[in-house]
């Protein structure tokens, strides 16, 4: 039950004395005056709230153009500082004069060649490349504010730095699953692997992903970072930060500040509520273990090497790696052989291996990439570095000269001229991710031919799901992670024993064999590693049981439970609904809905227990370590439950915590401004940024929406019964924590619209009044002590006098189906 009954109640007393002495037209005169006050109040609202955004998008418009231009000629200036580009403009100029000026211009342009050798490439700036300025494609001149000077105060809230901080950026959706920050290891575009392939998977399920470059950094003095979109979902995070030697360097305090201090600007620009900090590297130990502490986000490492047998890694990793395995949330390891290190240091690592791209793959066609080398085609693509055994390759490519030995990659510091002397192997450098598929499309036999140490040993080669994914057999030397294949893989150790294996696997004609080679990328796919890692994620979090109680509240159940499932991106969480005998279309819904859903559980009452009874139901049922008690008549916005769980989590003497709203009869009501669900979202976000971890102490707070560790619940003994179908409850579970010691607060970052009186509008006045004055009486004499009636903040409108939402106008999103 919400307190805004209260509220209502202690208005009617008040306006039935007031009526005494006031005819009844000059009572219906001020009615209609408040709430034409009341209108033109929202309408300004709204019209500065529409100016407001109109404001930021020309803000962000300008300064966008004004970034293009200032990178644009940075790049070009880079562009002809290059040999590269005076080679062009001498063809450039050559072409002109021998072709477009006719004979005169064939007589200047012999003249000037004969002249090169002596003065070099003069009088090339005619025959430069200009480009227009973006400017003259705008509609009007971005750089003038479109709201005047005094308004703008008022409909802008940000420094002069960040003048668009309340919007997210441009093309970033509000968050509907836990984000997920990647420390990274290499750069998103540099060589596509199990780094990548992780984010991707992540993106496409739904996370917004932002990985922070390793080496693409802002000038210290930009700013602020940038975001760059990378595909659906998944952005790369440019940041403000000298450049950092990730791999043999160390990170100083001042550097672990200045990358904090850029990330936390992303949380709160974004409005980040759950995320996970991936870490790819020990170097960023540091900046984790702070993303942690101050943003509560969950930290994982994942390792994918064994970083003490690397020469190119430094100590700094090798040290901090030490701690990082110890204080992460959770561990992943990529190999059998990095689980075994780790477990003897008594830990707990998850082994998730490396996994293919099944479907990328599967999508090669026949194409002429390869239709000049001669077959048979022995395969390999990959970085060729220190763990290529060279001298194999060689040895097996001279053995075996009627093959072609096909090698895509980029070489790393190695000397592979022995190789390019044989005839019959082909380098053909570097390629994009893209078109590997279709040059594996014409391997007949591909090769692992890695060398054997301790490198390799803990290494899964993530091409060898990506090579069985097209059903090819592959030759590899004896690596540990490798054994568990060798029934759909041939292994070998000498160039005599690769070359026969190559023979045997050149005429396969076993067709059940290529399918199951097919059958086990199949089931390693990258979206089934994900979900793994998904899975364990969601173990890091607490589970939160949300109670709800029902009663005849048909109209409110989709969208209250299509909120629910939109914006809760806190993953471990359950709802109990417990309806009070309905007798309208309420538990047909739930039960429809929960069929679709196993985080739904429904209890049916055949009585009208009550709301404090119907809650108490819920929580024996619940398995949360913590409650959150929510009305029917509810939506719940982007990031609620991290937000609303907060402040319990950074102090263990609250023992309530509430969500805003738009109605209520305390201080849990604020003003708003919006007409629709969307627009209520985005006030809601738009909150979150400007209030993000801020709370404030309440003498009670209404249970619309509010959260009570299951610790706090027990030691209470839930709500009391004997208030009946509703009112006093909320002050008397208060009354109770307050005595026990606990705190009752506000997450002020946390806004939960609110219907208002979903099943107390069903009552007769006369019914409603008796339940009033009889459970206030039941209340005071519990306590002995005289009830006081609630109060908005100052500069919030009482609820009686604020515009009421209803379902019907409101236009509520329903994802359901």
């Not at 000077?149 to 730095?161: N, V």
């Not at 066609?365 to 048979?376: F, G, H, I, Q, Y």
């Not at 082909?426 to 590997?436: C, M, P, Q």
């Amino acid at each position: 039950m919400d307190s805004a009954s209260n509220e209502f109640a202690s208005n009617r007393q008040q306006k039935e004395v007031t009526s005494a002495d006031l005819n009844s037209s000059r009572d219906n005169l001020l009615i209609r005056l408040r709430e034409a006050e009341a209108t033109l109040k929202q309408a300004r609202q709204l019209h500065l709230q529409d100016m407001q955004r109109a404001e930021i998008l020309r803000s962000r418009t300008a300064y966008g153009a004004n970034e293009y231009r200032t990178v644009f000629q940075r790049v070009l200036s880079e562009y002809k500082t290059q040999r590269a580009w005076t080679v062009m403009l001498i063809i450039r100029k050559g072409f002109t004069l021998l072709f477009r000026r006719g004979l005169r211009g064939q007589f200047e342009f012999f003249k000037w060649l004969v002249s090169l050798p002596f003065s070099g490439p003069t009088g090339l700036d005619e025959y430069d490349l200009t480009f227009p300025d973006l400017t003259i494609y705008q509609p009007e001149d971005l750089t003038q504010p479109l709201v005047p000077s005094t308004e703008k105060q008022l409909a802008l809230d940000c420094d002069k730095h960040r003048a668009f901080a309340s919007l997210p950026p441009l093309g970033v959706p509000s968050q509907t699953k836990y984000d997920v920050i990647v420390l990274a290891i290499i750069d998103y575009d540099f060589r596509y692997q199990r780094p990548q392939q992780i984010a991707a998977q992540f993106a496409k399920a739904g996370h917004r992903v932002f990985w922070v470059s390793p080496s693409r950094f802002l000038a210290p003095t930009s700013e602020s970072y940038q975001l760059v979109t990378l595909e659906k979902n998944l952005w790369e995070v440019r940041v403000r930060s000298r450049p950092l030697d990730i791999y043999m360097g160390s990170l100083n305090l001042n550097d672990q500040l200045a990358l904090h201090r850029e990330l936390a600007h992303l949380y709160r620009d974004l409005a980040v509520a759950e995320a996970v900090v991936i870490l790819q590297l020990p170097f960023w130990r540091e900046v984790g273990l702070k993303l942690r502490d101050t943003q509560g986000s969950k930290l994982i490492y994942d390792c994918m090497d064994d970083w003490d047998t690397f020469l190119n890694i430094g100590s700094f990793n090798r040290s901090e790696e030490l701690d990082l395995a110890k204080q992460c949330d959770l561990l992943l390891v990529s190999s059998q052989g990095l689980l075994e290190k780790f477990e003897r240091r008594g830990l707990e690592p998850v082994l998730v291996r490396n996994g293919a791209d099944f479907e990328f793959f599967q999508s090669a066609r026949s194409n002429d990439l390869l239709a000049e080398t001669p077959a048979p085609i022995v395969g390999y693509f990959g970085a060729i570095a220190d763990w290529i055994d060279l001298d194999l390759v060689y040895g097996v490519a001279r053995l075996r000269p009627k093959y072609s030995f096909v090698l895509i990659g980029e070489v790393f510091n190695r000397d592979v001229s022995k190789l390019m002397s044989l005839k019959n192997v082909f380098l053909l450098g570097n390629k994009s991710y893209r078109e590997i598929p279709s040059y594996l499309f014409h391997f007949d036999v591909c090769i692992i031919p890695f060398l054997l140490n301790k490198v390799t040993h803990a290494t899964d080669p993530v091409k060898l799901y990506e090579y069985l994914s097209l059903g090819k057999p592959v030759v590899a030397t004896d690596m540990h992670e490798l054994r568990r294949c060798s029934d759909l893989i041939y292994i070998a150790s000498t160039a005599e024993e690769f070359a026969t294996a190559i023979d045997i696997a050149v005429h396969e004609n076993d067709k059940s064999l290529q399918a199951r080679r097919s059958v086990f990328a199949l089931e390693n796919t990258w979206a089934q590693r994900v979900s793994v890692i998904d899975h364990a994620i969601e173990t890091l979090f607490d589970r939160v049981s949300i109670l709800i109680v029902t009663h005849n509240s048909a109209e409110f159940v989709r969208p209250c439970l299509s909120s629910i499932r939109q914006n809760t991106s806190y993953p471990h969480y359950e709802i109990i609904i417990v309806d009070n005998a309905s007798d309208d279309d309420t538990s047909n819904q739930i039960r429809s809905v929960s069929k679709s859903d196993s985080r739904i559980h429904f209890i049916a009452l055949n009585s009208n227990r009550g709301f404090s009874a119907a809650n108490n139901i819920a929580a024996e049922k619940a398995n949360g370590a913590f409650f959150v008690l929510l009305n029917i008549d509810t939506l719940v916005t982007p990031g609620w439950l991290e937000r609303l769980k907060r402040p319990i989590v950074e102090d263990a003497m609250i023992g309530l915590v509430s969500a805003v709203t738009n109605f209520a009869g305390n201080e849990v009501k604020i003003n708003v401004a919006y007409r629709n669900q969307q627009e209520m979202e985005n006030f809601a976000i738009d909150l979150a940024r400007e209030k993000r971890g801020e709370i404030l102490h309440l003498r009670m707070a209404p249970l619309f929406c509010s959260l009570i560790p299951r610790t706090v619940w027990e030691t209470v003994r839930g709500l009391d019964e004997s208030f009946g179908v509703g009112m006093f409850e909320d002050d008397d579970i208060c009354q109770k924590l307050r005595r026990a010691g606990f705190h009752i607060v506000t997450a002020e970052d946390c806004f939960v619209h609110h219907f208002g009186q979903g099943s107390f509008q069903q009552l007769t006045r006369d019914e409603y009044d008796q339940i009033f004055e009889s459970n206030r009486r039941r209340y005071e004499q519990k306590w002995n002590v005289r009830w006081r009636a609630h109060n908005t903040r100052s500069g919030v409108r009482p609820a009686h006098e604020d515009i009421k939402y209803g379902t019907a106008d409101f236009k509520i999103m329903d994802i359901l189906g």
